[in-house]
Nanobody, 127 residues
Framework: QVQLTESGGGLVQAGSSLRLSCSAS????????MGWFRQAPGKEREFVAG????????IYADSVKDRFTISRDNAKNMVYLQMNTLKPEDTAVYYC????????????????????WGQGTQVTVSS
């Protein structure tokens, strides 16, 4: 089992940057694919970015491509989301999630593929 804790959210102005961090418990962190999702008020939770267990493959939602960067450090049990050029529409609660490792499947991008979730961290971008 994996326990996930996000941090790094806050209130920033449009055009600013934030770095979200997700700390994972357990000694098997490197065997999980990791993802970031977000949920804005009144909207469904949406995929933001995902990374394979070894960092060998990364995918992004079109809305954040070229602005956000996901990375992981398996030695530290950490996954990060660097968010640049933030926009008001990026305002949401951001969640870190873990999916079981697969040697054949691509990076998972659907909510149902992820087994473990953090509590979320609020990101608010003012215009």
């Amino acid at each position: 089992q994996v326990q996930l804790t996000e941090s790094g959210g806050g209130l920033v102005q449009a055009g600013s940057s934030l770095r979200l961090s997700c700390s994972a418990s357990g000694r098997t962190f490197s065997t999980y694919e990791m993802g970031w999702f977000r949920q804005a008020p009144g909207k469904e939770r949406e995929f933001v970015a995902g990374i394979k267990w070894n960092g060998g493959s990364i995918i992004y939602a079109d809305s954040v491509k070229d602005r956000f960067t996901i990375s992981r450090d398996n030695a530290k049990n950490m996954v990060y989301l660097q968010m640049n050029t933030l926009k008001p529409e990026d305002t949401a609660v951001y969640y870190c999630a873990a999916a079981r490792f697969s040697p054949v499947n691509p990076v998972p991008r659907f909510h149902r593929d992820y087994m473990y979730w953090g509590q979320g961290t609020q990101v608010t971008v003012s215009s």
